[in-house]
């Protein structure tokens, strides 16, 4: 199949091109690189030993992307492409709103120019509410508290309507909760600009020394140890269900969503401990203010991707630890270190 990777230079983009072609697919890849390296691709190419096709181009660019369509005979869309950073787009939401929605506009509206009616969409677990009980099953209540959120919720709405007019369109909502980890080769990973918001990207730079001290932001939630709860899903994992997503596409139609997640929570200090057993690295941290919007747990109920996607994640957090600190202390300063 000849499937056109949105975004797929960034970091699960990046995983997920490697699944598509050990899958023997064909891949096709439209990034503007704005959050990553073309080095990503390079390395995708080595590790499979596949080439894969690479337009370093905005989805914004309505000409470019219809050049693509038209070049490669597409059958299937896996839509990455977008900004992910939740404090950034509260302070530029035109900017989140521009990127992350027009683009998905323009993306659809080429795909119906040229017949294409599979797709397969990033979403996240941040389109549930702030009191939704986990485990969280997809047909709990939907609301977002940022414009990044708002984003992933509108756009899951405007697939649902156009799925509405096209009979034979299949289109696959994931709802990622936590990615970390890192491709066992060491060769790609996440490589976040700047100071990194999430936390594991924040231990394995504390690990490397990058980083002085690991801020916990509370330890006064209702939770095991006071600490907030994760599901953390190995991008690996993450990146298969993709390649599940996309065949199970082609034996159904209509709009669905799926959550993409373990079904296990971790605590903040419970992932500390088991990176440092792990690791053998050390990571010290110190007790901060609550960080604001965050809520006390969140974990997936998986059983509907397990029963009609047949995917379940594997790799377990020790897994996840390992591939990260490999990813990190092979590339301190990211894609920056060849
Ligand atoms: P990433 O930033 O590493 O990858 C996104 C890629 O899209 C980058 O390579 C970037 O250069 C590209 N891009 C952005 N805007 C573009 C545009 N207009 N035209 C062309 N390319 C563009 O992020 P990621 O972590 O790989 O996330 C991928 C998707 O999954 C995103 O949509 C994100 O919102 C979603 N998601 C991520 C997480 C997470 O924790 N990483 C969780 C839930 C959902
Ligand atoms: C964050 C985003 C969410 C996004 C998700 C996955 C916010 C408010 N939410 O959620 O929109 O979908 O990432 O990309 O940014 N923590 C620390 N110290 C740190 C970093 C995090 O203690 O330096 C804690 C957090 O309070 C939380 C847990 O670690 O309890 C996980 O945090 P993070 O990795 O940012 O993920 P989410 O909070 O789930």
């Known amino acids: 199949?000849?499937?056109l990777v949105t975004g797929g230079a960034g970091y699960i983009g990046s995983h997920t091109c490697i699944e598509l072609l050990d899958h023997g697919h064909e891949v096709i890849v439209i990034d503007n690189l704005s959050n990553s390296h073309p080095r990503?691709?390079?390395r995708v190419q080595s590790i499979t030993q596949k080439e894969l096709f690479f337009y370093e181009k905005d989805l914004l660019d309505k000409e470019a992307l219809n050049q693509i369509f038209q070049t490669h005979a597409i059958d299937a869309v896996i839509h990455f492409a977008g900004y992910k950073a939740v404090g950034e787009s509260v302070e530029q939401p035109l900017m989140y709103y521009q990127?992350?929605?027009q683009s998905t506009l323009i993306l659809?509206?080429?795909m119906q120019r040229y017949g294409v009616?599979?797709?397969v969409f990033s979403s996240s677990a941040t389109v549930y509410g702030m009191d939704t009980k986990s485990p969280i099953p997809e047909n709990a209540p939907l609301s977002a508290t940022n414009p990044?959120?708002?984003t992933k919720l509108f756009i899951e709405e405007i697939l649902r309507d156009w799925a509405l007019t096209l009979p034979e369109s299949s289109i696959t909502l994931l709802r990622y909760f936590n990615p970390v980890g890192a491709h066992s080769s060491g060769l790609i990973g996440e490589d976040p600009q700047g100071i990194p918001n999430n936390l594991m990207p924040y231990v394995t730079q504390v690990a490397s020394g990058r980083r002085e001290i690991l801020s916990v932001f509370g330890n006064d939630y209702d939770t095991l140890d006071g600490t907030g709860v994760r599901d953390y899903i190995h991008v690996v994992d993450l990146a298969l269900g993709h390649v599940k997503a996309l065949e199970h596409s082609f034996k159904s139609t209509g709009c669905d969503a799926y959550n993409l997640g373990t079904g296990n929570g971790t605590s903040v200090l419970e992932l500390v401990k088991a990176f440092e057993q792990a690791t053998g690295q050390n990571v010290p941290y110190q007790i901060t203010d609550?960080?604001?919007g965050d809520v006390a747990t969140c974990f997936a109920n998986p059983n509907k991707a397990k029963l009609e996607l047949s995917w379940e994640a594997t790799r377990d957090i020790v897994e996840m630890c390992k591939d990260?600190?490999?990813?990190?202390s092979k590339h301190p300063m990211g894609y920056q270190t060849s």
Not at 324 to 328: A, E, G, K, M, V
């Open 290 to 292: 609550r960080r604001p």
């Open 1 to 3: 199949m000849k499937v």
């Open 108 to 110: 659809c509206e080429t």
């Open 148 to 150: 990044y959120g708002r």
């Open 117 to 119: 009616h599979h797709l």
């Open 99 to 101: 990127n992350n929605i």
């Open 324 to 328: 990260s600190w490999n990813w990190q």
């Open 40 to 42: 990503s691709l390079e």
